[in-house]
């Protein structure tokens, strides 16, 4: 108990002092951990984009993901794509909890932040912020990277 209120002291700091900690690679004191932020370039005539990350609660206890937003976007959602009928549709999450030790997977065919209405298209090679607010954690920013039309390549 005492460790995991020591690790929350430390997110805490690195939370205050390195918010792009959690758009990269996880490190051993980080309790809540955001890896590989990316999201495919945009075509000129495109307003909208789907951001796409690793979210992994290494925390004890059960952690919500309660809103996002962007400043690239006037409107950012969580989205959960699915399909129906043999027709990929996509519906609107309200939050997404994720359990402790777990790791909910952003990605393709599945759970995203939906951007909507882009002040500019999205640039291959350009990393632009993405706000998480959590409802333990508070606002968590991380930095996602836009891919070409390929994806993350690892
Ligand atoms: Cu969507």
């Given at each position: ?6 690790k929350?002291l ?6 205050l ?7 990269h690679?996880?490190?051993?004191h980080?309790v809540?951990e955001?890896s590989?932020?990316?999201a ?5 005539r495109t307003a909208s ?6 979210l992994?609660?290494g925390?004890?206890?059960a952690e919500?993901l ?7 976007a006037?409107?950012?959602t ?5 399909e129906q009928?043999?027709i990929?549709r ?5 939050k ?6 777990s790791?909910?997977?952003f990605?393709p065919?599945g759970m995203?932040i ?6 500019q298209?999205l640039?291959?090679?350009?990393i632009f912020p993405v706000?998480?607010t959590?409802k333990s ?11 070409g039309?390929?994806g993350?390549?690892k």
């Amino acid at each position: 108990m005492k460790k995991t209120f020591l690790k929350s002291l430390i997110l805490a700091a690195s939370l205050l002092f390195s918010p792009a900690l959690f758009a990269h690679e996880t490190e051993d004191h980080a309790v809540l951990e955001v890896s590989d932020a990316w999201a495919r370039k945009t075509g000129s005539r495109t307003a909208s984009a789907a951001v796409y990350f690793n979210l992994k609660n290494g925390t004890d206890a059960a952690e919500t993901l309660l809103s996002v937003s962007a400043p690239r976007a006037k409107m950012a959602t969580i989205h959960r794509s699915f399909e129906q009928n043999g027709i990929m549709r996509m519906e609107m999450q309200d939050k997404l909890e994720v359990a402790p030790g777990s790791t909910a997977a952003f990605e393709p065919g599945g759970m995203h932040i939906m951007l909507m209405r882009l002040d500019q298209p999205l640039k291959q090679g350009e990393i632009f912020p993405v706000v998480l607010t959590f409802k333990s954690a508070g606002e968590v920013t991380i930095y996602v990277e836009v891919t070409g039309i390929a994806g993350l390549q690892k």
